[in-house]
T-cell receptor, first 114, second 114 residues
Framework: AQKVTQAQTEISVVEKEDVTLDCVYE???????LFWYKQPPSGELVFLIR??????QNEISGRYSWNFQKSTSSFNFTITASQVVDSAVYFC???????????FGAGTILRVKS | DSGVTQTPKHLITATGQRVTLRCSPR?????VYWYQQSLDQGLQFLIH???????AKGNILERFSAQQFPDLHSELNLSSLELGDSALYFC?????????????FGDGTRLSIL
């Protein structure tokens, strides 16, 4: 069965600090896809990134970076030099190759204080 | 703006009633997904439609039903509403429903049962 665990319920940082959000997943499939979504206070879900199970290259997009490690079944998300606008709930999600659904973690609330 | 449109944004009704939530997918997307976000259950997959046909079911109650119409918009019908059905209901769409395609979410319909 698929499972996504985001152990950090809530993180508070001061602006300009770096912060890493952890995500650990479980799946029996060898082909699967991992996603991160952001839910700002306004409530919508915003797609951030997708990673394939066969591509372990890390990815950087501006202040965002993602570290995928199959050996530890982790897909962590780092925000560098955090800003108040980064305050949101961040969800990690998993989709198996022959499934049609996203399985979400419980989410991590990130609060960035000025 | 994800391109996915959900109406209404808010819905307040009473126990025992029936409501219909509407979703228009992004232009060109054939797949529509419904998710429920509640405080106790988190984000849960309900159902997936592809080009008018049901493709997968998740934790969807028998009191809930959905359909996708020829113009690809979808409706989620919730009947015999209970207090526990209060939640944020999201619709998402993707081009073809293949697992590696990101799902893009609408802003959600917030359902409150009084």
């Amino acid at each position: 069965a698929q499972k996504v665990t985001q152990a950090q319920t809530e993180i508070s940082v001061v602006e300009k600090e770096d912060v890493t959000l952890d995500c650990v997943y479980e799946t029996r499939d060898t082909t699967y896809y991992l996603f991160w979504y952001k839910q700002p206070p306004s409530g919508e879900l915003v797609f951030l990134i997708r990673r394939n199970s066969f591509d372990e290259q890390n990815e950087i997009s501006g202040r965002y970076s993602w570290n995928f490690q199959k050996s530890t079944s982790s897909f962590n998300f780092t925000i560098t030099a955090s800003q108040v606008v980064d305050s949101a709930v961040y969800f990690c999600a998993l989709s198996e190759a022959y499934g049609n659904k996203l399985v979400f973690g419980a989410g991590t609330i990130l609060r960035v204080k000025s | 703006d994800s391109g996915v449109t959900q109406t209404p944004k808010h819905l307040i009704t009473a126990t025992g009633q029936r409501v219909t939530l509407r979703c228009s997918p992004r232009s060109g997307d054939l797949s529509v997904y419904w998710y429920q976000q509640s405080l106790d259950q988190g984000l849960q997959f309900l159902i997936h439609y592809y080009n008018g046909e049901e493709r997968a079911k998740g934790n969807i109650l028998e009191r809930f039903s959905a359909q996708q119409f020829p113009d690809l918009h979808s409706e989620l019908n919730l009947s015999s509403l209970e207090l526990g059905d209060s939640a944020l209901y999201f619709c998402a769409s993707s081009p073809s429903g293949i697992s590696n395609q990101p799902q893009h979410f609408g802003d959600g319909t917030r359902l409150s049962i009084l």
